[in-house]
């Protein structure tokens, strides 16, 4: 196969078959080689004692070693056989070889063998013992067998006794060997307490270890070993180091300062441990203190006259070689209280007080209860009281005498005794008891509105003090709620005069003696009664007269709040040029005067009269009205006010009125004050400025026509401000997203507008302006809060918010129903819609950045106002200016600059769009031609809306229909011809 190879390329089964046939002779040679080039292996070769033995011989023993040949062998010559004991033991045997003679030359039929007799073995027969059989054919050996066995003396147990103490520590491990020497091979085992921790059958070492050792694990542990021969073993003792571990026998201790402080504590530890004590930190020693310990695991601790400073934190602290621990013992020391301190007296009443005091230092004890000594002046003790409630720290005193003088001193208790008696009370007194009653109560000299009343002084007991002042109380005898109490002039007065009272009535009179705590008694015998006097009526209280002309008034009047204490029967009405009188019942408070003559001076009386006669008059004096004057007009109406002004709305009127006269006072002022101004006839409003705030004003107007002047009108009553002024009026304009702020009234500096949504913080401001300020693009279904202020070089206060709410949706030209459908549409159209507007943004964008022209549609919705006829017309700012015929167009340009003119016409055709911009409508017909002129301002929009109605109309919709809008625009401002949103109003 080599030669092969090197001569050429074997395929690859040409190669495996080579490799095979290779194993082949290789395994045979190995296995067979012995026999090779025999014609016969068929012998075989044996080695035994006699007796049959293990190989272990005891000591002593005789016994035989026999080689035997057995098998038929041919060619062979003869049957060499050696018996090789090992060693230089040979010599020691006594070897006897026998050889079979007369066998044929190249037959072997029958057993050879040798044998060595031992009659004593001893160790030096122990050893090995081999056969060998060998066969040559010519030089060549062509057999060789060997055979051999091993025989040693048996022995018994001997345990090796290295060590005897093993030492380890808690938590470590530790490892145990158990060694013997002994034949055959002995059982070891490890056993400890009776049970065989680990065992080996048979060898000479056993290795026994065990982890994280616990106290458990110290003992005894033996080593034994056996075999046939006999037993032995050894005892090993394990020490478990550990650190010290305490018990505290008593872990907090209270103990009166009379006794005797004891802890015990004890640490056991392996090693034992040193035990050592502290208090409060610091190291006790036995010189000291009395510190006995019974054995090295137990400690006592004894100390005797105990005191406060005894008390505290003991420490044993017990420490041996692997660590150390420690307990504590709180100690507390019991001594009675300390004594209470801020002794105080409260509540002093006639024979009654309330006693408190500070509680001190308990003595490590509860405080069990109070005791209280109470002395006189002299410092003698009257008497002692205990408190039954230990917690308490203050008690009520009872029983003491009235108007007697007080010291009291609190003592503390707990288990252990009582504390000293505190430091005193401040004096008290307590209260005398009541006074006695005024003698002899008597009334005189009673008027309508007072009366004099006289009294005798009663004599005083020592509980009762001494008299301190007398007081007088009156009341209603029907009605005790109307009373009042005063004060005698003099603490030893004997009478008093009591104003105040009401005329004609029933009074209850009581005087009452005072000392310095209480009030004496309401007794009968310090009681009077009476009735005051009655007087005529006060003067009735007159309103400004009404329905005034030339030849008539109508007198008005209030009751008086003085009736004279007799109820007003009647009224006396007068007049003095020419004199009228006439009475008017009770129950009627206006007389009307007739016959009067035009431009005549009259003076008015009114006198109420009850059974004590006629009261004093109130007047009024008047010049009627000239023939041809106006007549008297309505009140007017405040609508506005600020802190120093009223806006002043006049009442609609039939005449013609030439100017309006308004005058106006403080109510606080009399009948010369008033002040007057005039207003063009052609105004609706009047404002009164340089007016004091938070103040309330009369006013009153007349009005002139043909220069003759009207009676005034009856006083207003009106108010101004406390400060700044009232909150702006809002108009939501069409369309929900914006507002109009009116100017405020009765100013004309300019002002500044500030607004938010109701949910922000953040307020908005607008420029100053001195007209009307419009919020655009405002949130629609929102809130907003709406405040202004004027700029009149002063500091400004802002005005009260007005709140105002935008509507949910911008109307719509169809009804509900079409709506719907329009939003549903709308919605579903909208969707396909973005995706084309984002295609147009990006067509748009490469069309104008290669400037090219765009032309672009759209539709806005106008609105229609149903009150007008065919629902047409121009609007300004939401407003309707004027009609439109149906079916007209709309052409106007809006980017006019400020101050310009806008023009705005009607179309007969449709506009061929101009440059600019260009609004029409989308109908075929268009008729009729307008023209309106509007002159825009700076910052105000200006929306002209115009819609074809004719067919919404007829088809009774609220709303017009659609305009068309467009429009060119060229090169960077592709946008300008958008006639949306823009600066100056919206479609």
């Known amino acids: 196969?080599?030669?092969?190879?090197?001569?050429?390329?074997?395929?690859?089964?040409?190669?495996?078959?080579?490799?095979?046939?290779?194993?082949?002779?290789?395994?045979?040679?190995?296995?067979?080689?012995?026999?090779?080039?025999?014609?016969?292996?068929?012998?075989?070769?044996?080695?035994?004692?006699?007796?049959?033995?293990?190989?272990?011989?005891?000591?002593?023993?005789?016994?035989?070693?026999?080689?035997?040949?057995?098998?038929?062998?041919?060619?062979?010559?003869?049957?060499?056989?050696?018996?090789?004991?090992?060693?230089?033991?040979?010599?020691?045997?006594?070897?006897?070889?026998?050889?079979?003679?007369?066998?044929?030359?190249?037959?072997?039929?029958?057993?050879?063998?040798?044998?060595?007799?031992?009659?004593?073995?001893?160790?030096?027969?122990?050893?090995?013992?081999?056969?060998?059989?060998?066969?040559?054919?010519?030089?060549?050996?062509?057999?060789?067998?060997?055979?051999?066995?091993?025989?040693?003396?048996?022995?018994?147990?001997?345990?090796?006794?290295?060590?005897?103490?093993?030492?380890?520590?808690?938590?470590?491990?530790?490892?145990?060997?158990?060694?013997?020497?002994?034949?055959?091979?002995?059982?070891?085992?490890?056993?400890?307490?009776?049970?065989?921790?680990?065992?080996?059958?048979s060898g000479r070492r056993l290795v026994f270890s065990e982890q994280d050792l616990q106290v458990g694990s110290a003992g005894n542990y033996e080593c034994q070993a056996t075999n046939s021969m006999g037993s032995d073993s050894h005892t090993i003792q394990v020490i478990v180091q550990t650190p010290p571990t305490q018990a505290l026998l008593n872990g907090a201790v209270n103990v009166p300062h009379t006794g005797t402080l004891q802890l015990s504590c004890n640490a056991s530890a392996v090693p034992a441990p040193r035990i050592t004590w502290t208090h409060n930190g610091s190291s006790l020693s036995q010189n000291v203190h009395t510190i006995s310990s019974s054995d090295a695991t137990f400690s006592t601790l004894r100390i005797r006259n105990l005191t406060l400073v005894h008390s505290g934190r003991y420490r044993c602290v017990g420490e041996n070689l692997l660590g150390s621990t420690q307990k504590d013992a709180t100690v507390v020391v019991q001594v009675p209280p300390d004594a209470p301190q801020a002794v105080s007296v409260s509540q002093v009443e006639t024979t009654a007080v309330v006693l408190s005091w500070t509680p001190q230092f308990d003595g490590n004890t509860p405080i069990t209860r109070y005791h209280i000594n109470i002395t006189n002046t002299a410092s003698s003790t009257i008497r002692s009281e205990s408190t039954a409630d230990s917690s308490a720290s203050n008690v009520a005193i009872?029983?003491?005498?009235?108007?007697?003088?007080?010291?009291?001193?609190?003592?503390?208790?707990?288990?252990?005794?009582?504390?000293?008696?505190?430091?005193?009370?401040?004096?008290?007194?307590?209260?005398?008891?009541?006074?006695?009653?005024?003698?002899?109560?008597?009334?005189?000299?009673?008027?309508?509105?007072?009366?004099?009343?006289?009294?005798?002084?009663?004599?005083?007991?020592?509980?009762?003090?001494?008299?301190?002042?007398?007081?007088?109380?009156?009341?209603?005898?029907?009605?005790?709620?109307?009373?009042?109490?005063?004060?005698?002039?003099?603490?030893?007065?004997?009478?008093?005069?009591?104003?105040?009272?009401?005329?004609?009535?029933?009074?209850?009179?009581?005087?009452?003696?005072?000392?310095?705590?209480?009030?004496?008694?309401?007794?009968?015998?310090?009681?009077?009664?009476?009735?005051?006097?009655?007087?005529?009526p006060g003067a009735p209280r007159l309103f400004d007269p009404d329905q005034v002309s030339a030849n008539s008034l109508r007198l008005r009047w209030a009751v008086p709040s003085d009736d004279g204490g007799v109820a007003i029967t009647e009224w006396h009405v007068q007049r003095n040029t020419p004199l009228f009188e006439t009475k008017v019942p009770f129950n009627q408070l206006q007389y009307l005067f007739s016959n009067l003559q035009p431009g005549m001076d009259y003076r008015f009386e009114v006198s109420a009269i009850n059974t004590n006669g006629r009261g004093a008059a109130a007047n009024f004096s008047i010049t009627t009205p000239t023939i041809g004057a106006p007549p008297q007009p309505l009140l007017p109406s405040v609508t506005f006010s600020t802190g120093q002004s009223l806006q002043i709305t006049f009442p609609a009127g039939s005449h013609a009125v030439q100017e309006f006269v308004v005058r106006s006072r403080a109510m606080s002022s009399s009948d010369g004050d008033w002040t007057s101004i005039t207003v063009p006839g052609s105004e609706t409003q009047a404002c009164l400025t340089n007016l004091q705030p938070g103040t309330n004003y009369f006013v009153r107007i007349a009005v002139r026509t043909n220069n003759l002047l009207s009676p005034f009108s009856p006083r207003l009553p009106a108010a101004t401000n406390q400060s700044g002024f009232s909150a702006p009026r809002l108009t939501l304009l069409k369309g929900g997203t914006s507002i109009l702020v009116a100017r405020p009234p009765c100013s004309s500096s300019q002002f500044v507008v500030q607004y938010r949504l109701a949910n922000s913080t953040t307020w908005l401001n607008t420029s100053a302006s001195s007209q009307s300020v419009r919020l655009v693009d405002l949130h629609l279904n929102s809130t907003y809060y709406v405040r202004v202020a004027v700029l009149d070089g002063q500091a400004h206060q802002f005005s009260a918010v007005s709140a105002i709410q935008t509507p949910l949706f911008t109307p719509e030209s169809s009804s509900s129903s079409a709506s719907l459908t329009t939003g549903v549409i709308g919605a579903i159209a909208g969707g396909c819609i973005a995706v084309v507007i984002i295609v147009l943004v990006v067509v748009v964008v490469i069309h104008f950045n290669r400037g090219g022209k765009f032309s672009h549609s759209g539709q806005k919705r106008g609105w229609v106002d149903p009150d007008k006829p065919n629902g047409c017309g121009w609007y300004r700012d939401d407003s309707f200016l004027q009609q439109a015929p149906n079916n007209a167009g709309l052409s106007s340009s809006l980017d006019q600059p400020a101050n310009g003119n806008l023009q705005l016409q009607n179309l007969d055709s449709p506009p061929s769009r101009p440059e600019g911009r260009v609004l029409y409508t989308n109908v075929e017909t268009i008729r009729g031609t307008k023209q309106q002129s509007e002159t825009p301002q700076e910052g105000k929009p200006v929306v002209y809306a115009h819609v074809d109605a004719k067919k919404t109309i007829e088809q009774k919709e609220a709303l017009g229909k659609s305009l068309n809008l467009e429009g060119d625009g060229d090169g960077p401002d592709p946008g300008s011809a958008h006639t949306g949103n823009n600066g100056y109003g919206e479609a």
């Open 398 to 536: 009872s029983g003491l005498t009235p108007n007697q003088k007080y010291r009291f001193f609190v003592q503390a208790e707990n288990a252990i005794g009582r504390s000293a008696f505190s430091e005193s009370s401040a004096e008290i007194q307590t209260n005398p008891e009541a006074p006695p009653v005024p003698l002899n109560v008597q009334v005189t000299d009673i008027q309508p509105v007072s009366v004099v009343v006289t009294w005798g002084i009663p004599t005083f007991s020592p509980r009762q003090g001494s008299l301190l002042s007398f007081s007088v109380l009156s009341y209603q005898s029907n009605n005790i709620s109307h009373s009042s109490r005063i004060l005698a002039s003099a603490p030893t007065a004997t009478s008093q005069r009591v104003d105040g009272l009401q005329k004609g009535t029933n009074y209850t009179i009581v005087v009452f003696s005072h000392n310095r705590a209480l009030m004496s008694n309401d007794s009968g015998a310090a009681m009077a009664k009476f009735r005051t006097a009655t007087t005529v």
């Open 1 to 201: 196969a080599v030669g092969v190879v090197g001569s050429r390329r074997l395929s690859e089964d040409s190669l495996c078959a080579a490799i095979l046939l290779l194993l082949f002779f290789f395994f045979y040679f190995a296995a067979f080689g012995g026999c090779l080039w025999s014609t016969n292996c068929e012998g075989d070769l044996t080695i035994s004692t006699d007796p049959s033995t293990s190989g272990i011989i005891s000591p002593g023993a005789s016994l035989n070693v026999t080689c035997r040949l057995s098998g038929t062998y041919h060619d062979r010559s003869g049957l060499p056989l050696n018996f090789q004991p090992s060693g230089s033991k040979l010599s020691a045997l006594n070897i006897n070889v026998y050889q079979q003679q007369g066998l044929p030359v190249k037959v072997v039929n029958a057993d050879t063998f040798a044998t060595a007799q031992i009659s004593s073995f001893t160790s030096e027969h122990a050893g090995e013992y081999s056969c060998v059989y060998t066969e040559f054919s010519g030089a060549t050996k062509v057999v060789d067998l060997r055979r051999s066995l091993t025989l040693s003396l048996a022995e018994p147990p001997n345990v090796t006794k290295t060590q005897s103490v093993i030492h380890a520590n808690i938590s470590s491990s530790f490892q145990l060997a158990c060694e013997s020497r002994g034949n055959p091979a002995p059982l070891l085992q490890i056993v400890r307490q009776g049970q065989v921790l680990s065992s080996l059958p």
